[in-house]
Every structure is written in C-alpha cells, then in structure tokens.
C-alpha cells in the first residue's frame, strides 16, 4: 500500500519552544493532507486539512496562529507548533488520501510531543 | 454532527476464536467507511474501506460490513492470532454542507489475543 512518513516520531521540548513535524507522501502526490491530535484513551480529533498551494482549513476551536500548517509541495506537509505548552503534548497524526479526496486514507506513524 | 460509536471498548480473547467488533453512527449520510488498526505508539494502518454503496469488504481473514441504514458496521476477524493484539479504529467519511471530506473517528476497541 501507499506510504506516508512522518518525522520527528518523537519530540521533547521545553515550553514555549516551536516544533515542526513534517508529513511526506513516498510513493504517491497528496493535495490536501489531513491533521489529526490524539489524546489518550480518545478518539483522533481532526485539527486541520492542509491544502497544496492554499491556506490550511482549520476545525472549530483549533488556533491556526498556534499550530501553523504549510503544505510546500504534493508530497510535504509541515505542522508547527508553535510556543508550545504542556497542554500540546499530544499524539499528532497525518493523513493523505490516495487518489481523490475522499480516497482511502493512508497514515503516517504519527509524532509523540512532549512538552516540559 | 457525526458521532462514531465502538463496542466493546476492549476485548480479550484466546487464540483462535473468531470475533466481531462493532461500529455505529448517527448519520447515515455517509461517504465511506474505514477500519484501522493502532499498536501502541504507532500510526494507523488502513484494514479495510467500505464506500458507501457497497454492503461488505474482505482481506484475507478479515471482513468487513455495512449497514448504512441502521447506521452500523462490524469488522469481523477469523481465526485470531496474537498479532491481532491492537486497537482497531472505525472512522465515517462524509461531505460537510461546505463540500469538504472529513473523517470521524470512534474511541477504539482495544483488543488482546491471548496465546
């Protein structure tokens, strides 16, 4: 199947430092990308959908100030979170679909923050 | 709004049982529908996607059914091994009003496979 990597998979860092974690697609070009933050024991919560040559489209509740998306080409999306807190620790996950958008969606391997 | 609901939250089970896992949803106005499997700390790993118009999926022990009506779909798994041992995840694909796709996820059943 089609991969998608994600880089850092692990991250700690010291509050109010920024993290980016950067989101490929190997093997296939992806327009849009999607964001998804998990918290234990909790479902994935959609953060935003990345758009290729576009502004990132945020879900309710979620600062596009804090969390900067940049989707610089059709195989990379970048999330950076910035001036961290202990509040983002989180697991952060992307996502592409192969094909169309509503196509079976491939995951990366996901980015475990830690903030101090 | 979409909710996704998953029964049993965890299950454990010996080796070599069949199983089924259990997904529902509110909306019925549905794209498709997938089924993930998380190991702990891992990303996820595509199972199984059933479009909206087709009623089941199989991939080698593993199948898949959909119940748009009622709002439901089950992941059923033969012949379980212990490698099974993970969370498996089902999500709902549906269009917003603004055409946008989204996915919704369930909380997961956790599941063990005992030797």
């Known amino acids: 199947g089609a991969v998608v990597s994600q880089h850092p998979s692990r991250v700690i860092c010291k509050s109010g430092t920024s993290v980016k974690i950067e989101c490929r697609s190997l093997?296939?070009?992806?327009?849009?990308m999607f964001w998804y933050r998990q918290f234990p024991k909790q479902s994935l919560m959609l953060m935003a959908t990345?758009?290729?040559?576009?502004?990132?489209?945020?879900e309710q509740g979620v600062e596009k100030d804090k969390f900067l998306i940049n989707h610089a080409s059709l195989t990379l999306s970048t999330l950076t979170v910035t001036s961290a807190h202990p509040e983002d620790s989180s697991f952060y996950i992307c996502?592409?679909?192969?094909?169309?958008?509503?196509?079976?969606?491939?995951f990366g391997e996901g980015s475990r923050l830690t903030v101090l | 709004k979409q909710e996704v609901t998953q029964i049993p939250a965890a299950l454990s089970v010996p080796e070599g049982e069949n199983l089924v896992l259990n997904c529902s949803f509110t909306?019925?106005?549905?794209?498709?529908l997938q089924w993930f499997r998380q190991d702990p700390g891992k990303g996820l790993t595509s199972l199984l996607l059933i479009q909206s118009s087709q009623r089941e999926q199989t991939s080698g022990r593993l199948n898949a059914s959909l119940d748009k009506s009622s709002g439901r779909s089950t992941l059923y798994i033969a012949a379980s091994q212990p490698g099974d041992s993970a969370t498996y995840l089902c999500?709902?694909?549906?269009?917003?009003?603004?055409?946008?796709?989204?996915?919704?996820f369930g909380k997961g059943t956790k599941l063990s496979v005992i030797p």
């Open positions: 990345s758009n290729e040559g576009s502004k990132a489209t945020y």
């Open positions: 093997d296939f070009q992806a327009t849009t």
């Open positions: 996502s592409a679909p192969m094909g169309k958008e509503g196509g079976e969606l491939f």
């Open positions: 909306d019925s106005a549905i794209y498709n």
């Open positions: 999500a709902v694909g549906t269009y917003s009003g603004a055409g946008s796709y989204q996915l919704t």
